[in-house]
């Protein structure tokens, strides 16, 4: 499928963007940078017609913005000895804890999503492999019990439904809000119903601070306040 984008003032056709297979997410965001080589001639009310053209597409094969969202923010991640500091991914504690994160991603198949699984596996050890479940839904075992293993569902929704969302499930511990918008971020967060809500990642610390110095430093002002 492809979204012609026009020269709201010649009405002639400079640029196409093309949402491309499912299998073939590299082109995809390749095709995308190409397509707005030209964004700045746009204005803002142009861009933001064209903006929810091409979100309107992808919201309609949710496996597809998902994997762009994964291929274009993401690094690839190494999979290894948990005493390298340069690894992304240990092991589990036990064999039982690969068992359950394989049944949870045999549950997403049976449910009619297949989830995506990245790196190399490994003949010996604990490992289990990053997945993501694209187009998740709150019936999968993804999202409705603690799964303790690198497993990522995502959630399509629109506006307040992801509020309804995140205040449905039975687990509260803590919540995060990502947005650039921070007026709006804070407005949603505080309609979440959770132990704690951070916005754009959370404060991490083994210690408590008697100075908010490295607090600043680390996530920022704003995240003392929020």
Do not use: H
Not at 74 to 103: A, F, N, Q, W
Not at 131 to 139: F, G, K, R, V, Y
Not at 206 to 221: H, I, P, S, T, Y
């Amino acid at each position: 499928m492809n979204i012609k984008l026009a020269n709201p003032y010649t009405e002639e056709v400079n640029w196409t963007y093309e949402v491309l297979s499912f299998g073939d997410c590299e082109g995809q965001i390749e095709k995308s940078r190409a397509a707005f080589s030209g964004w700045g001639v746009f204005s803002v009310e142009e861009r933001t017609t064209y903006i929810a053209r091409v979100v309107e597409v992808l919201r309609q094969n949710k496996r597809v913005y998902a994997e762009i969202i994964t291929k274009e923010m993401g690094k690839p991640m190494k999979i290894g000895d948990p005493v390298d500091e340069g690894t992304d991914i240990r092991p589990v504690v036990k064999k039982e804890s690969v068992d359950s994160l394989e049944k949870t991603l045999k549950d997403a198949k049976k449910k009619g999503v297949e989830p995506y699984v990245y790196g190399e596996g490994r003949e010996k050890g604990f490992f289990f492999r990053p997945a993501l479940i694209p187009a998740a839904s709150t019936d999968m075992k993804a999202c409705s019990v603690e799964v303790f293993g690198p497993i990522a569902p995502v959630i399509m929704v629109k506006d307040d439904e992801a509020v309804e969302i995140a205040n449905s499930t039975e687990f509260g511990f803590g919540a995060d809000v990502w947005s650039a918008d921070l007026e709006r971020a804070g407005r949603l967060a505080k309609r979440i119903r959770s132990g704690f809500v951070t916005i754009n990642g959370g404060v991490r610390s083994k210690v408590a601070f008697w100075r908010d110095q490295e607090l600043r430093n680390r996530k920022g002002a704003f995240v003392l306040r929020a």
